[in-house]
Every structure is written in structure tokens, then in C-alpha cells.
């Protein structure tokens, strides 16, 4: 059966390779007219730096202006399109790619695939979480329809929500150890940072829990055997 591509639709590729570089297009023919209309005001901070975009406002200036606004719109459309996940749903293997990061699971490893609000989820025999990554319209029928098309078994919710419990720091009712790394992840979090966070729900998932998130807030859960 031919493959299924799932993450950003034709449509959405379309809107941002079209739509961002009209945006700089604009921006950069804009500029100089902002630029005059705030020298008018009584007062403005940094007016030597708008003086000489106003000064651009014409010939090669304002050509220049525009086509830094195109160059700056591409790099947007192009961040934005490798940035976002991509998912390649295949008979016998899922690849997925985000960025510069590929992966592969293969399809005897995955036990359930669902969708949690906009996160695309597969889990392992374990009830491992081996992908969870927010996806491009995950509640679309079409993500459903691609996973069932290559008899995945996929599932309307997760079937464990009912064991996820709030976290909070010294949670008697986990290891000292487990503990430790949800406050390292909590950390992560608070800080934004996507790669920490991942790589601390891996080491979660090594002690025999795994974890989920709402905001900042964390929620574990034991491992469960299939």
C-alpha cells in the first residue's frame, strides 16, 4: 500500500511558502512609510537609526529594503516547514522527522498508536511513550485513517489515562530516584527547553514510569506490560 504523509498539509506548505515572503515583501515596502510617520511625532526613541530607514525610501534603498523582506519571509517558510514534524506511515515501519532528527519505530514495536489533544502518541509493548511529538493536525480524520489504512493499531484515547497521577516534588509514592529527574525535568520545563524535557521523560522511562504534560505541570504513570 502507498505510504501516508502526515504533519503539514499541501495546503498549509502552500499558505506559509507563499504567505510569509509576501509578508517581508510588505514589511519591507512598509518600513520606510513607518519610519517617516514616527519622525513626524513629537518625540520618538532612537531616531537616528529611523531617520536613515526613511532615508531608504526610494531607488535602490527601498529595493533593497523589499528584497531583505523576501530573503527574511523564505528563512521564516523554511524554519517553519523543518521545524514541524513529519510523519511517514508505512506497512512495516513509522519514520519521523523533525529538523535535522530522523527516527525510526518499527511496526512490531508499537502496541498502540492514539492521538492526546495535539501530540501524536505511540506507545510500546511497555506502554513506553517511543513517540511523543506534537503534530500538525493530529485530531484531522485523516491521521486516524492513515494509521488504520496500514492495520496500526490505533486507538480512539489513551488507553491508560486513568493511571497518570499529578506530580509534585517528593512525591512519597515514586523512587528517590524518579523523583530526582522530574525535578530536573520540571526545571526543563520552566525553561522551555524541548530537548531537556525530552531526553529526562527517556530516563523516566528507564526507571519504570513515564510522564506526560499539561503546561509545566507533569503526570506519571508506572510502565504497564501489554
Same mark, same amino acid.
Given at each position: ?13 502552500? &499558505? =506559509? ?5 509576501? /509578508?517581508?515583501?510588505? *514589511? ?21 537609526? =529611523? ?5 531608504? !525610501? ?7 529594503? #523589499? ?7 523564505? #528563512?521564516? *517558510?523554511?524554519? +517553519? ?7 511517514? /506511515? ?33 506507545? !510500546? ?19 486516524? +485513517?492513515?494509521?488504520? %489504512? ?11 489515562? %486513568? &493511571? ?12 528517590? +530516584? /524518579?523523583? %530526582?529527574?522530574?525535578? %530536573?525535568? *520540571? /526545571? *526543563? ?7 531537556? +524535557? ?14 506526560? !504534560? !499539561? ?12
Amino acid at each position: 500500500m502507498a505510504e501516508h504523509e502526515l504533519g503539514l498539509s499541501r495546503g498549509d506548505r502552500w &499558505l =506559509i511558502w507563499v504567505g510569509f515572503p509576501l /509578508v517581508g515583501l510588505a *514589511a519591507g515596502w512598509a518600513l520606510p512609510l513607518l519610519a517617516r510617520w514616527l519622525l513626524d511625532l513629537p518625540w520618538v526613541p532612537f531616531a537616528g537609526p =529611523i531617520r536613515l530607514v526613511a532615508a531608504l !525610501d526610494a531607488g535602490f534603498g527601498r529595493i533593497a529594503l #523589499v528584497g531583505a523582506g523576501l530573503l527574511l519571509g523564505l #528563512v521564516f *517558510a523554511f524554519v +517553519a516547514v523543518h521545524e514541524t514534524l513529519r510523519v511517514t /506511515v508505512a506497512d512495516f515501519e513509522l519514520r519521523l522527522r523533525l529538523g535535522d532528527n530522523a527516527r525510526t519505530v518499527r511496526r512490531g514495536e508499537i502496541a498502540a498508536v492514539f492521538v492526546d489533544g495535539r501530540h501524536l502518541v505511540v506507545l !510500546d509493548w511497555e506502554s513506553r511513550q517511543v513517540v511523543r511529538d506534537r503534530l500538525e493536525g493530529a485530531g484531522h480524520p485523516r491521521v486516524a +485513517a492513515a494509521f488504520r %489504512a496500514h492495520g496500526y493499531p490505533w486507538l480512539e484515547r489513551d488507553p491508560f489515562a %486513568a &493511571l497518570f497521577r499529578r506530580w509534585v516534588p517528593d512525591l512519597p509514592d515514586l523512587p528517590g +530516584a /524518579v523523583n %530526582a529527574v522530574l525535578a %530536573a525535568r *520540571a /526545571v *526543563a520545563l520552566t525553561n522551555k527547553s524541548a530537548t531537556d +524535557a525530552t531526553e529526562l521523560r527517556d530516563e523516566v522511562q528507564k526507571l519504570g514510569y513515564t510522564v506526560r !504534560d !499539561d503546561g509545566t505541570t507533569q503526570h506519571w504513570r508506572p510502565l504497564v506490560r501489554s
